[in-house]
């Protein structure tokens, strides 16, 4: 049993740089190489062209990544987990297999498969079972149907012989986990060590994002850009974990870069819940061990659920986006004007072809801040880029559309430009549907060079369970809603603003500054919600936080988003809070209508948010913006 793996993550998403993949295996400082290509559109884009070429359904790029590497990879004995097999995961493995037999080069390759439950449909139909949020059925034609399967059959993989492990769906932690089960030979019921390994894989899964991209403080890391390291976690089997980066690449390893991409995507960080463990992130602590090296402890795990979470696909009528650029003053007002003049129009051409109106409409303004909602303050810009997206149940609804949205550069506002991509496209709504089933019922196999074998939980045996969640919990109906957990909040140094310290006598004076001055965050999308956390830059200013910064303040500061609750989760570990925006994205990320329809945006708008602080912390150095 090795002392320590290291694993480093060369993509974060399919259409990630392919320098990633290439930095880590010639740095010679890692043992796996992990791939994460999927999210719920890809794997729907992945379903269309297999239903067109049975040949496709996969990630086309890693086949060419992993055959330019493979002498290295061999001869370093390199070994790879990815989920590039998408929705076809023995088209992926024959791909590759084909190259390395044209370079000469013999890996063996292995793909885990019963994820895929397209076929099934009728069935899961059949049973009644309802979308996990929202209760609504069973779509009638889905395109895809994916189980999200854990990290043990990708360790039964590598247990027998596999270099290169090829997966559809599964947790992107799992391609972490794995390697971490089969070196270490964790058990299914080593919950504490299962949520360390799910969590290292959770901080690598998207790339350089835990090396200092998209951080909150970019400009400690702008002269870096060109050259991002990616991430390597260096795990011990006691599930120590060390989040490291290439020697001699750019980017920033540092508690503040790795905190950021914790609560990533995160829900309630006490219930963050995986196929294979139930993980209490709450006092998860970091702490700098080395020039770009940070470690990570705290991690805790329970028994996970006797469910797979399941997402499907499907088409829910037609889109198309249309963008313009409007120049000269008043800028925002021509374009506010020219989008209503735009919707008019069709709107009367519909009714006169009898067609229906629009689903849904979106308008967006940008560089008139219309993110901001509210809180918006450029109103006086002169220049702004028109938005306008719409949905429709027939396509040529919208193919109308298309033709009359161009007309306005010459039948409205002067200064109208920027129509070189041509007419908006028409392209399918793709929706999302969520929802659980037992996990006896996904019949996983590992398929070594074209053998295939019944997945076989032993040694680590994995928990059953009965019954299935065909109806989803009730709605809550409060706008928002704190969720607080008991947890001792240490004294800062010195005392003064910790939770233990008297009240003050009397008033201090106050200032109000940007919530950006006393904290950094990050945003992410959870289906139709998004999250939010926000992270303390000094213990001193989690009580101002804590005071200020609550679900009712954030749901009313977002409110031209959030059309269900906000919840707030206490983080002790990692001295701050995560928010949760319910129905917040506009119908979810690959149905929104939105410029930004994930939400990235989100955590930089509520870095506005002002608060009131005491004016002294200004003199004492702690703000300095």
């Not at 028994?303 to 997402?311: G, H, L, N, W």
């Amino acid at each position: 049993m090795k002392r320590q793996v290291r694993i480093g993550c060369g993509t974060g998403f399919w259409g990630d740089s392919a320098e990633g993949p290439r930095q880590l295996v010639q740095s010679g400082e890692i043992d796996y190489l992990v791939l994460d290509y999927l999210a719920e559109i890809t794997m729907s884009l992945l379903a269309r062209a297999r239903a067109k070429d049975p040949a496709a359904g996969y990630a086309t790029d890693f086949p060419d990544v992993i055959a330019a590497l493979a002498p290295t990879i061999k001869q370093n004995r390199i070994r790879v987990v990815t989920n590039a097999g998408g929705v076809n995961p023995a088209a992926c493995r024959d791909a590759l297999a084909a190259k390395l037999k044209a370079a000469g080069i013999e890996l063996r390759i292995c793909i885990v498969t019963g994820d895929d439950l397209l076929p099934r449909a009728e069935e899961l139909r059949g049973r009644g079972i309802r979308e996990m949020f929202n209760g609504e059925t069973f779509p009638a034609k889905p395109w895809s149907i994916n189980a999200y399967l854990g990290a043990f059959p990708i360790a039964a993989a590598l247990d027998a012989g596999a270099a290169i492990v090829i997966t559809g769906r599964c947790v992107d932690s799992a391609l972490a986990l794995g390697p971490l089960i089969h070196e270490f030979k964790w058990r299914a019921d080593d919950y504490d060590l299962l949520a360390a390994g799910s969590l290292a894989g959770h901080i690598i899964e998207c790339g350089v994002q835990a090396t200092g991209g998209i951080v909150t403080d970019w400009q400690t890391v702008a002269d870096d850009w060109d050259r991002m390291g990616y991430p390597i976690a260096v795990c011990g089997a006691d599930g120590s974990i060390e989040i490291a980066k290439p020697a001699g690449t750019g980017g920033r390893v540092a508690p503040e870069t790795v905190a950021e991409q914790i609560v990533y995507e995160i829900g309630d960080p006490g219930d963050y819940r995986l196929p294979d463990v139930g993980c209490d992130f709450r006092e998860v602590t970091l702490r700098q061990v080395g020039p770009d090296r940070v470690a990570v402890s705290g991690a805790r795990g329970r028994a996970p659920t006797a469910s797979y979470k399941v997402s499907a696909t499907y088409q829910d009528g037609f889109r198309a986006t249309g963008t313009m650029m409007l120049g000269g003053p008043g800028a925002v007002g021509k374009a506010e004007a020219t989008a209503s003049a735009i919707l008019r129009r069709t709107r009367r051409l519909f009714t006169e072809r009898g067609l229906a109106d629009y689903r849904r409409t979106d308008v967006e303004v940008l560089g008139a801040e219309a993110n901001w909602g509210a809180n918006a303050r450029r109103r006086d810009t002169r220049e702004v880029v028109l938005k306008l997206a719409v949905q429709h149940g027939d396509k040529n609804a919208l193919e109308l559309f298309s033709r009359e949205f161009i007309p306005a550069a010459t039948a409205m506002a002067q200064g109208i430009t920027g129509f070189a991509g041509g007419r908006p496209a028409v392209t399918p709504v793709v929706r999302l549907f969520s929802s659980l089933v037992p996990k006896e019922s996904v019949a996983i196999a590992v398929d070594l060079e074209g053998v295939a074998v019944p997945f076989n939980p032993s040694p680590y045996p994995l928990p059953q369970g009965e019954g299935e969640m065909i109806a989803p919990p009730p709605p809550a109906t409060a706008r928002t809603a704190e969720v607080r957990r008991e947890a001792w909040m240490p004294e800062p140094p010195g005392g003064g603003w910790g939770e233990g310290s008297p009240p003050n006598q009397t008033p201090l004076p106050t200032t109000t500054i940007p919530l950006l001055s006393l904290a950094y965050g990050r945003s992410g999308d959870k289906g139709d919600s998004a999250n939010i956390g926000v992270l303390a830059r000094r213990p001193e200013f989690l009580p101002v936080l804590r005071e200020q910064l609550t679900a009712e303040t954030v749901g009313d500061y977002l409110s031209h988003f959030v059309l269900a609750r906000v919840e707030r989760f206490d983080w002790p570990g990692l001295r701050g809070f995560n928010f949760l925006l319910h129905e917040a994205l506009g119908g979810g990320g690959i149905a929104s209508l939105r410029y930004d329809p994930q939400g990235k945006m989100l955590a930089q708008i509520l870095m506005d948010l002002p608060l009131r602080v005491p004016a002294e912390w200004l003199g004492r150095g702690w703000i300095t913006a």
